[in-house]
């Protein structure tokens, strides 16, 4: 049998088969079947990717702002071209639907087409006389070389949120894909190096526990954006913070939305199934948690049907809404979170596990599952299930249901279901949480905006794209200046700290 393909590091603007003696298989999901071999990149490889990157930044820092927008003109527009090629890499080896995973490269797009837009967002800022012949103005100059850690479940979009940005504000990186499903994000390397990013550049390393750990030790590394679960990114934000590093952590969470008897029911009840399960519950902002309010409260067999209705296969499967979770270890996890949650006595109202796909009797899948009577205390409530696994709460009153929320310690996204406006500001005003959707399941911002989680799900003041992005791979830098008039008379010698 011929071996599968490996999957190469990317240094200095080559595509290098990687020393190590340790690799994993990258499997289809939905099959088992092993697309490719991915390895651990030994210390002198990633070593190696750091130092091209930091002989790279060198000339990349003083490159021309046109140049590096129409870097990334030419990028969205390679991407575009490739986008069905990109969907089919990412479905085999992460398991979500083609159209989803158009979805997940398109995000990753809208960031690319930002970054195009370099020239108007890294502007300095200038006051003239801010003392006699004083001006002063400020520089946003890049920081060196900065990394990337990403995760398994968007390896199109968020490796785009982060190596687009920070090269188009004039910095080199160290990337490092989720070692599960890092096909579609070198090919994304391989788009962007025919865009004309210059050899050195971008790098790319793949590992896991020992590669993250050496980038958030590595002295020439100045900052690192890290996206994944809570457990590691706080391991990271720590690490790095401590080795003197920039560091933004984007971490796990736990969703709610809350549902108002006002609401527009068949949208509603479309709106939660849809970011309940889809992607199979692997998206940082999936619903996980529906709050329902009063008579809203007599919904719960109208949304079991709904989330019964929708189509359990294989991503590349016409009409599937739901395809498999990414390995059969985060399949076991999530049918054991499902039988703590009966443990602990929540109403297990629809039951996903085991589900019979014909074709795909090897895949990871669970089907949607509901459960109502969920309260705080219970392990499906207290964790992350990152599955299809959709949790039902109950509460008497608006107030009741924010507090709820309030008190749990994620902050990444939350959404309000009603047609009341005073209802909705209310919540907008009293919720913690960094990302509200008003109707809207799902509110990640769009990249004019910065993703903003908080609390729990985030480390790190700055997020990902956005303004606030180009606060994060930038040091601001401001000059005062007063130049001498050939006839400006001296004033003497100013012993005061006063701008004379
Ligand atoms: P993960 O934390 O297991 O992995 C993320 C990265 O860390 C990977 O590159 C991995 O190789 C590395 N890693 C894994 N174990 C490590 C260890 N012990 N030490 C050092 N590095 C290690 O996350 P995942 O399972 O790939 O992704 C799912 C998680 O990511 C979920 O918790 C989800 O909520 C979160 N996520 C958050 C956001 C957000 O924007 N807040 C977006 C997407 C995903």
């Given at each position: 049998m011929s071996q599968p393909p490996t999957v190469k590091l990317l240094i200095g603007g080559k595509f290098v088969e990687s020393k190590t003696t340790q690799w994993r298989d990258v499997i289809n999901p939905a099959t088992q079947q092993v697309l490719a071999r991915v390895p651990f990149a030994t210390p002198a490889e990633i070593d190696a990717a750091v130092a091209s990157a930091k002989e790279a930044f060198k000339t990349w820092r003083k490159s021309p702002i046109g140049q590096r927008a129409r870097i990334f003109l030419k990028y969205q527009q390679l991407i575009r071209e490739n986008m069905q090629e990109l969907a089919a890499l990412l479905t085999a080896e992460q398991g979500k639907t083609l159209p989803d995973a158009e979805g997940d490269v398109f995000r990753g797009l809208e960031v690319v087409e930002h970054a195009a837009g370099i020239g108007n967002l890294q502007l300095g800022e200038l006051a003239n006389n801010v003392a006699g012949g004083v001006d002063t103005y400020t520089l946003l100059q890049p920081l060196g070389v900065c990394a990337g850690i990403t995760p398994f479940n968007f390896p199109a979009m968020i490796p785009l949120w982060m190596f687009p940005m920070a090269i188009a504000t004039g910095n080199t990186f160290v990337l490092k894909p989720s070692e599960q499903d890092p096909m579609v994000t070198m090919r994304l390397c391989e788009l962007a190096l025919e865009a004309g990013i210059p050899p050195g550049v971008l790098n790319v390393v793949h590992g896991g526990e020992d590669a993250v750990n050496a980038i958030c030790d590595h002295a020439d590394i100045k900052a690192i954006s890290f996206v994944g679960s809570t457990r590691v990114g706080t391991h990271v934000y720590q690490r790095a913070s401590l080795a003197g590093k920039r560091v933004q952590c984007m971490m796990g969470a736990k969703n709610h939305a809350i549902v108002l008897p006002d609401a527009n029911r068949e949208q509603t009840l479309n709106a939660i199934a849809g970011a309940a399960f889809g992607a199979a519950g692997q998206r940082c902002m999936a619903l996980s948690v529906v709050v329902l309010v009063g008579a809203a409260q007599k919904w719960i067999p109208e949304l079991v049907a709904k989330a019964r209705s929708l189509k359990v296969s294989g991503g590349t499967e016409k009409g599937t809404d739901v395809g498999p979770l990414v390995s059969c270890a985060a399949r076991d996890r999530v049918t054991s979170l499902i039988e703590r949650g009966v443990a602990d006595g929540a109403k297990l109202e629809l039951d996903g596990r085991n589900p019979s796909i014909p074709g795909y009797e090897k895949g990871n899948f669970v089907g949607p599952t509901v459960f109502s009577g969920v309260k705080p205390g219970m392990a499906i409530y207290d964790?992350?299930?990152?599955?299809p696994v959709l949790c039902l709460s109950e509460a008497d009153s608006l107030d009741a249901a924010i507090e709820l929320i309030n008190r749990n310690p994620n902050g990444n996204g939350t959404a309000i279901f009603t047609q009341s406006g005073a209802a909705a500001r209310r919540f907008q005003e009293e919720i913690d949480i960094g990302q509200v959707g008003i109707n809207v399941p799902i509110p990640v911002p769009v990249p004019i905006f910065s993703f903003s989680g908080s609390r729990g799900s985030k480390l790190g003041d700055l997020g990902p794209y956005g303004k606030q992005v180009i606060l994060f791979y930038t040091q601001t830098k401001t000059i005062t200046t007063r130049w001498f008039d050939d006839d400006t008379l001296s004033q003497g010698v100013n012993t005061t700290i006063s701008l004379r």
């Open positions: 964790q992350e299930i990152f599955g």
